[in-house]
């Protein structure tokens, strides 16, 4: 009988395994890879006011101005266990890409290495092209310039604002009739992010803005260990998640660049793009609406309309706070 219970174990683990194999197939490939998920948007609760604003942009004839994006750094130093960043380098790339949903006129600032080399073979006349010039010319401001440009960083990231949890185990006295515990966990984090607007010809800071979003986390679990018989039975299960640090980054970009374009648009309140506007709440949470009192009262309306958490939505609902921009 023991022999039995060993050959079926020993086919079990045989069974489990037997999508992999120590020789390739005659596709070259030792294993298929697993998952089917499709490649889908990628938007958060903000894009809808991007796309919005553009089309308002459009109907309007509203000229957007040619923005840069420079270096968005992570500024925090945050390093994880592994040895890799913890916050995401790409922030720049998160801003061109809001931008071009807001309908700002983009030009090349990051990465001009392309271009340079480019350029520099055109001047040495090493560059051919088609038509009735076999070599490419360069001209006299063939390049359009940026009005403004946009920098900044991710400030802070802060571990564990606050934890809380609670742990409960019971059962007989006689540990034969089996023990049961439960579990469950909530943590709180949080990043910030400060941005710079600049007028490329003056290099005048024409706007500043800083945002912070908390990050949730949670785990439960659960378990039983008792006997049956001569038979040990032991199961454990849970759940952890944690709300997507990166995209938390992302959602902070687009809402910086929504302020940037509301502004250029003339556009201050929620009014002009309400229908394309999800109802779902603003993940970056409640902001306390107050007014500096050295300033005149159109920059105050604006400062309050900037820190007000429903600026950007038609009618708040406190029960959807997806990130994504869906429910």
């Given at each position: 009988?023991?022999?039995?219970?060993?050959?079926?174990?020993?086919?079990?683990?045989?069974?489990?395994?037997?999508?992999?194999?120590?020789?390739?197939?005659?596709?070259?490939?030792?294993?298929?890879?697993?998952?089917?998920?499709?490649?889908?948007?990628?938007?958060?609760?903000?894009?809808?006011?991007?796309?919005?604003?553009?089309?308002?942009?459009?109907?309007?004839?509203?000229?957007?101005?040619?923005?840069?994006?420079?270096?968005?750094?992570?500024?925090?130093?945050?390093?994880?266990?592994?040895?890799?960043?913890?916050?995401?380098?790409?922030?720049?790339?998160?801003?061109?890409?809001?931008?071009n949903?807001?309908g700002?006129?983009?030009?090349?600032?990051?990465?001009?290495?392309?271009t340079?080399?480019?350029?520099?073979?055109?001047?040495?006349r090493?560059?051919?092209?088609?038509?009735?010039?076999?070599?490419?010319?360069i001209?006299?401001?063939?390049?359009?310039?940026?009005?403004?440009?946009?920098?900044?960083?991710?400030?802070?990231?802060?571990y564990?604002?606050?934890?809380?949890?609670?742990?409960?185990?019971?059962?007989?006295?006689?540990?034969?009739?089996?023990?049961?515990?439960?579990?469950?966990?909530?943590?709180?984090?949080?990043?910030?992010?400060?941005?710079?607007?600049?007028?490329?010809?003056?290099?005048?800071?024409?706007?500043?803005?800083?945002?912070?979003?908390?990050?949730?986390?949670?785990?439960?679990r659960?378990?039983?260990?008792?006997?049956?018989?001569?038979?040990?039975?032991?199961?454990?299960?849970?759940?952890?998640?944690?709300?997507?640090?990166?995209?938390?980054?992302?959602?902070?970009?687009?809402?910086?660049?929504?302020e940037?374009?509301?502004?250029?648009?003339?556009?201050?309140?929620?009014?002009?793009?309400?229908?394309?506007?999800?109802?779902?709440?603003?993940?970056?949470?409640?902001?306390?609406?107050?007014?500096?009192?050295?300033?005149?009262?159109?920059?105050?309306?604006i400062?309050?309309?900037?820190?007000?958490?429903?600026?950007w939505n038609?009618?708040?609902?406190?029960?959807?706070?997806?990130?994504?921009?869906?429910?």
């Amino acid at each position: 009988m023991r022999a039995l219970k060993t050959l079926a174990v020993l086919a079990a683990t045989t069974a489990l395994t037997a999508c992999v194999t120590p020789f390739s197939g005659n596709d070259g490939m030792y294993a298929l890879p697993i998952g089917d998920a499709p490649v889908t948007a990628n938007p958060t609760a903000y894009t809808p006011a991007l796309d919005c604003l553009h089309s308002y942009a459009t109907s309007n004839n509203v000229t957007a101005p040619r923005i840069a994006v420079g270096r968005i750094l992570d500024y925090t130093g945050s390093v994880s266990e592994e040895g890799g960043r913890r916050i995401t380098q790409g922030a720049s790339l998160m801003a061109m890409s809001a931008f071009n949903k807001a309908g700002a006129r983009l030009v090349e600032r990051f990465d001009t290495s392309v271009t340079e080399l480019e350029l520099r073979y055109a001047n040495n006349r090493l560059i051919g092209q088609e038509g009735g010039e076999n070599v490419r010319r360069i001209y006299a401001g063939q390049m359009p310039g940026s009005d403004y440009y946009f920098v900044g960083g991710i400030t802070e990231l802060n571990y564990n604002i606050r934890s809380t949890g609670v742990d409960a185990q019971g059962g007989h006295t006689d540990a034969r009739d089996g023990v049961g515990n439960v579990g469950a966990r909530l943590y709180v984090m949080n990043i910030a992010l400060d941005f710079r607007l600049i007028d490329t010809r003056t290099l005048e800071v024409v706007d500043v803005i800083s945002y912070q979003k908390q990050i949730i986390g949670r785990e439960l679990r659960a378990g039983v260990f008792s006997f049956f018989g001569d038979t040990i039975v032991d199961i454990a299960g849970g759940e952890r998640a944690l709300e997507p640090v990166q995209l938390a980054v992302r959602a902070g970009v687009e809402r910086a660049v929504v302020e940037v374009m509301s502004r250029f648009y003339n556009v201050t309140d929620s009014g002009v793009c309400a229908t394309a506007i999800q109802a779902e709440g603003d993940p970056m949470g409640p902001g306390a609406t107050q007014t500096a009192t050295n300033v005149s009262p159109a920059t105050a309306a604006i400062e309050q309309s900037r820190v007000s958490p429903d600026t950007w939505n038609d009618r708040r609902d406190d029960n959807l706070t997806g990130l994504r921009g869906r429910s």
